[in-house]
């Protein structure tokens, strides 16, 4: 089994930044790919970004330039840097991790909001 802990979430402001972190534990042999979804109320769950082992990155088009993936390997750990945030940035975002096996994992959510 496989547990993930995702925190960073919160209220921010319009042109602001969050962290989001995912940390891994468990059952775990070998993790692949790790990324980033978020499902806004009403909206289906989009990817945010994804990074590959040796540290490949992919955005969606609407957070390059402002939204940073990175992992710490040695940590299981998966970071979702979020700079000049929007209100349409508002949403739940999900960590996902995929194991060498092919089985994925999702985190429970963490609510952003971006708001004055």
């Known amino acids: 089994q496989v547990q993930l802990v995702e925190s960073g979430g919160g209220l921010v402001q319009p042109g602001g930044s969050l962290r989001l972190s995912c940390a891994a534990s468990?059952?775990?042999?070998?993790?692949?790919?790790m990324g980033w979804y978020r499902q806004a109320p009403g909206k289906q769950r989009e990817l945010v970004a994804i990074i590959t082992p040796g540290g490949s990155t992919n955005y969606a088009d609407s957070v390059k330039g402002r939204f940073t993936i990175s992992r710490d390997n040695a940590k299981n750990t998966v970071f979702l840097q979020m700079n000049s945030l929007k209100p349409e940035d508002t949403a739940v975002y999900y960590c996902k991790v995929q194991l060498s096996n092919g089985i994925p994992y999702w985190g429970k959510g963490t609510l952003v909001t971006v708001s004055s």
């Open positions: 468990g059952s775990i042999f070998r993790i692949n790919g």
